[in-house]
């Protein structure tokens, strides 16, 4: 199967093949997502097939109007209501209640919830209200691999495997959407990302941060969670410290293979770059480098054999810590020290 490409005037044509059972990858705010019709269960499970994701790990339901949640959700609570209202569309993703037998067992992974979102991009809105079906939207990269900021990397995971890309140009966010759960009895937070627990708890309340790294024989409550996640094929190393940059450059330097070094600009300005080291600039900040940070990971893993990436890190709040979340998971836990 040749993978077509849709430019955002070509949405009509999307949304048929949605509407056929096809899999057709889309454009958010965060990332780019893999779409396929919700309510039916062969083409949810065909998504699993094209990422290669384990089949316990549920999918979420990308929505246009907030009755399509109505359909399938329990009636929503007040609190609920008005963190729709607040951040919808946008990068908060819910986790509800469900009415019984409304969705597949192929979609919820058999759990009696399901997480709902509603991103921001008109061309998506669009595609999902043409289909008139709720889409699932995980996100369209090969399991395992930094998540697709721009449409030439789902291409390039999964050409041949899907129907289609709609193509909207760079994501804006550039890390996935943060995941509050509803169905607890305190709100809790199993994903961070551009909605902060200040801005979710200037709304609702006290809220739970729950994101911790999962143990291997601990049972997640995000399943997602306990995955391999954003990692290239080279060791990634964080440096909290400006300060350890220069002598993670100067260790580079004293290896035979080539190595990579994401920062800003202000970070890569004062270091003295050995000729092994390769720069991938994160912008001027935390917002910019959150934004490169899995296009960066993917650039080395694509376009340069490096045998370790150095990359900058960022104070643990606000879209920090999404950022850090993910740098994390990338590295594996790993951070340089100098010692
Ligand atoms: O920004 C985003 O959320 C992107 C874009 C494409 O919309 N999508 C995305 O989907 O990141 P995915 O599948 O890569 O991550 C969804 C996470 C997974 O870790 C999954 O385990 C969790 O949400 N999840 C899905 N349903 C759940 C549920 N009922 N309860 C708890 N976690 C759930
Ligand atoms: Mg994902």
Redesign the pocket.
Known sequence: METKIFKPDQVSEAAELIKQGQLVAFP?E????LGADATNEQAAGNVYAAKGRPSD????V?VSSIEMVEQFAQPLTDQVKQLMTKFWPG?L?I?LPLQPGKLSKTV?GG?D???F?M?ANQVTLKMIATAGVPIV????NTSGKP?PTLAKHVYHDLNGKIAGILDDGPTQVGV??T?I?MSTAVPTI??P?AVTVEQLEAVIGAVKADHHHVKANEIP?????KYKHYAPSAQVEIVDHVNDFQSAMDWAGQQREAVGVMATDDVLANLQLPANVEAFSLGADVQSATHLLFAGLRHFDLESAVKVIFAEGFANEGLGAAYMNRVDKSAGGMHFTNE
Do not use: C, H, Q
């Open positions: 958010t965060t990332v780019y997502g790990n549920p999918l979420i990308t990068s993703t986790v919820t759990l919830t399901a997480a979102r991103p939207g995980p996100s369209a998540s996935e959407s995941i759960d199993l994903r990302g409550k995000a399943p997602g969670m």
